[in-house]
Nanobody
Framework: QVQLVESGGGLVQTGGSLRLSCTAS????????MGWFRQAAGKDRELVGL????????YYANSVKGRFTISRDNAKNTMYLQMNSLKPEDTAIYYC?????????????WGQGTQVTVSS
């Protein structure tokens, strides 16, 4: 069983930065496909970005490409989402997800979510 715990959300002004963390227990992150999703109020959950097993080059949604960066620290068993140049439309609950094979909206393991609010 894999447990994911997120941290790092908060309130930031437009143009600011935040770094989210997702710490895994039960499996090593290097053996998991992992990703970040977000869900804004009244909207469906959407993919932000993901990293395949083995740490290949991350994939990003067009809406965050060039502003967000996913990284992984195997020693800390943690995945990060560095968010720069934040916009009000980035406001959402952010979730990390993991799976043995591939991460999708029906991934097996999910964190509890962390709120990110970007004020204009």
């Amino acid at each position: 069983q894999v447990q994911l715990v997120e941290s790092g959300g908060g309130l930031v002004q437009t143009g600011g930065s935040l770094r989210l963390s997702c710490t895994a227990s039960g499996r090593t992150v290097s053996n998991l496909a992992m990703g970040w999703f977000r869900q804004a109020a009244g909207k469906d959950r959407e993919l932000v970005g993901l990293m395949a097993r083995g740490g290949s080059k991350p994939y990003y949604a067009n809406s965050v490409k060039g502003r967000f960066t996913i990284s992984r620290d195997n020693a800390k068993n943690t995945m990060y989402l560095q968010m720069n140049s934040l916009k009000p439309e980035d406001t959402a609950i952010y979730y990390c997800a993991a799976d043995s094979v591939a991460v999708t909206t029906v991934a097996n393991y999910w964190g509890q979510g962390t709120q990110v609010t970007v004020s204009s």
